[in-house]
C-alpha cells in the first residue's frame, strides 16, 4: 500500500530553522507532483509549497522566500526547509502525493498521517 511518512517537526524559537521529510513508499514517485500542506487548530488545510515531477516549485505567498521545497527522486523522499520561523507557522504540516501538477487539496490521491511544527517567542 501507499505511505507517506513525515518526520522531523518540534519545537523552535521564533527566527528559527527545521527540515521535514517525507517518506514515500508503494507508489512510483518520480512520476508523482508532491506537495507540503498545514493545519492548524480551528483553521482549514492550507497550501504551503508543491514540487512537481521535473523540479519546478510553487510557494504560497506566506512562505514565499523562507520555505524550500525539494525531492530526491532516487530516495523516494520530500523535503522542506523552513527559516526564519514565525509563530504563525504553527500547525502539522503535511505531505502529499498528486498524479497531476495542482496546489488544490482535493486533487491530491494520497496524504501522510503529518508532523506538528510549533514555533515559539
Known amino acids: 500500500q501507499v505511505q507517506l511518512v513525515e518526520s522531523g517537526g518540534g519545537l523552535v524559537q521564533a527566527g528559527g530553522s527545521l527540515r521535514l521529510s517525507c517518506a514515500a513508499s508503494g507508489l512510483s514517485f518520480s512520476s508523482y507532483a508532491m506537495g507540503w500542506f498545514r493545519q492548524a487548530p480551528g483553521k482549514e488545510r492550507e497550501f504551503v509549497a508543491r514540487i512537481s515531477w521535473s523540479h519546478m516549485t510553487y510557494y504560497a505567498d506566506s512562505v514565499k522566500g523562507r520555505f524550500t521545497i525539494s525531492r530526491d527522486n532516487g530516495k523516494n523522499m520530500v523535503y522542506l526547509q523552513m527559516n526564519s520561523l514565525k509563530l504563525e507557522d504553527t500547525a502539522v504540516y503535511y505531505c502529499?502525493?498528486?498524479?497531476?501538477?495542482?496546489?488544490?487539496?482535493?486533487?491530491?490521491?494520497?496524504w501522510g498521517q503529518g508532523t506538528q511544527v510549533t514555533v515559539s517567542s
Open positions: 502529499a502525493a498528486s498524479r497531476i501538477l495542482t496546489i488544490t487539496a482535493t486533487n491530491y490521491n494520497y
